[in-house]
T-cell receptor
Framework: EPEVTQTPSHQVTQMGQEVILRCVPI?????FYWYRQILGQKVEFLVS????????KSEIFDDQFSVERPDGSNFTLKIRSTKLEDSAMYFC?????????????FGPGTRLTVL | ELKVEQNPLFLSMQEGKNYTIYCNYS?????LYWYRQDPGKSLESLFV?????AVKQEGRLMASLDTKARLSTLHITAAVHDLSATYFC???????????FGAGTRLTVKP
């Protein structure tokens, strides 16, 4: 069964460093998303992406964040200068179409630890 | 802004008992989702509810949606230990693909 994959599973970085989190969405899906979950807290929407551009972003997704689909399979989230409070689990998701059904399938997540 | 509230946040049940988790949301939406998350794992889709009065059942879990009341419920029937997990509701925003999640209900089913 097709699934969303994410790498790395765990990333440790120093405050102020740049990190890139990678996702491979399900191959025929067209809509891509990033969410984050701070330990023990709720899942928070960051950004949605369609047709090579951002379609929606939350207030969390500030200038430190960017997303890119550099090729036909990868979808990346870049944090330019990490802060301690960026430590969280980051989930990528993808969906096939934009309709009311729009079931999103989530990847296993990348745990980001900022020291 | 769409806000989603779940309650209870923590639920400890005995096996064999029934209980309901509630999910309220603040603005009109056209879809509501329930997800399960095991510790350290990703989110597993349980139900997608699209219309007022929608009811879906899978095993011991049943979800319903009342769009007029902006309320969804997840009912657990005769709980078993394997249902122990955190359950999230998520509400879709109109005309967009993104979702807003509730805080989650951490369910523990005790023997």
């Amino acid at each position: 069964e097709p699934e969303v994959t994410q790498t790395p599973s765990h990333q440790v970085t120093q405050m102020g460093q740049e990190v890139i989190l990678r996702c491979v969405p399900i191959s025929n899906h067209l809509y891509f998303y990033w969410y984050r979950q701070i330990l023990g807290q709720k899942v928070e929407f960051l950004v949605s992406f369609y047709n090579n551009e951002i379609s929606e972003k939350s207030e969390i997704f500030d200038d430190q964040f960017s997303v890119e689909r550099p090729d036909g399979s990868n979808f990346t989230l870049k944090i330019r200068s990490t802060k301690l409070e960026d430590s969280a689990m980051y989930f990528c998701a993808s969906s096939l179409q934009q309709d009311a059904y729009n079931e999103q399938f989530f990847g296993p997540g990348t745990r980001l630890t900022v020291l | 802004e769409l806000k989603v509230e779940q309650n209870p946040l923590f639920l400890s049940m005995q096996e064999g008992k029934n209980y309901t988790i509630y999910c309220n949301y603040s603005t009109t939406s056209d879809r509501l989702y329930w997800y399960r998350q095991d510790p350290g794992k990703s989110l597993e889709s349980l139900f997608v509810l699209l219309s007022n009065g929608a009811v879906k059942q899978e095993g011991r879990l049943m979800a319903s949606l009342d769009t007029k009341a902006r309320l969804s419920t997840l009912h657990i029937t005769a709980a078993v230990h394997d249902l122990s997990a955190t359950y999230f509701c998520a509400v879709g925003t109109l005309n967009n693909n993104d979702m807003r999640f509730g805080a989650g209900t951490r369910l523990t089913v005790k023997p």
